[in-house]
């Protein structure tokens, strides 16, 4: 059993229900769910679409990292996932930020997740859900956080 986090997002087709439906999706084949509270956040690529709706969910699953991503997959597809360009709107996005204390590189998947120390949008919300967490690297999530501790976001109403 591997304690996983989940990055959410979404900002198009009510961002907010793409979120919930996505929590309910993955309450449904894992253990001892959490989910962060849902903050609205400004586009990280073009600036020309809507704002985003983000959140982090924390589970316990015995799929493999790979069994895993391919699940997540498939809940964008259900829900339609609709990416039109690059760091640009989408329906649904699900994106593995840690598996365990796992570092995996391979060709479909990079954990812990690329890019999440430069992120608010995952930074803040996976510190509601874990704030005393180390990563993988050794680095406790508390020392990221103090970079986006004046963040932009806006907690919504869920």
Known sequence: MQTVY?????????????????VRSL?????NFAV????????????DQPDY?????????ELT?????DQLQSIENEQGRVRLRRWGERTLD???????????NSERLVVPHYDMHNREFVIVPLYDLSPDLILPT??????????????????LEQ
């Open 65 to 69: 990292a790979i069994e895993l991503l």
């Open 53 to 61: 709706v983000n959140a982090v969910a924390k589970f316990d699953t």
């Open 6 to 22: 989940i990055a959410l997002g979404s900002n198009l087709d009510n961002p907010q229900e793409q979120l919930n439906q996505a």
């Open 27 to 31: 309450k449904s084949f894992t253990h």
């Open 94 to 104: 699900l994106d593995i930020l840690l598996y365990g204390n796992e570092q995996i």
């Open 138 to 155: 050794g680095e406790p999530l508390n020392s990221l956080y103090q970079n986006f501790i004046h963040h932009g976001m806006q907690r």
């Open 36 to 47: 962060s509270p849902f903050y609205s956040s400004k586009p990280l690529g073009p600036q």
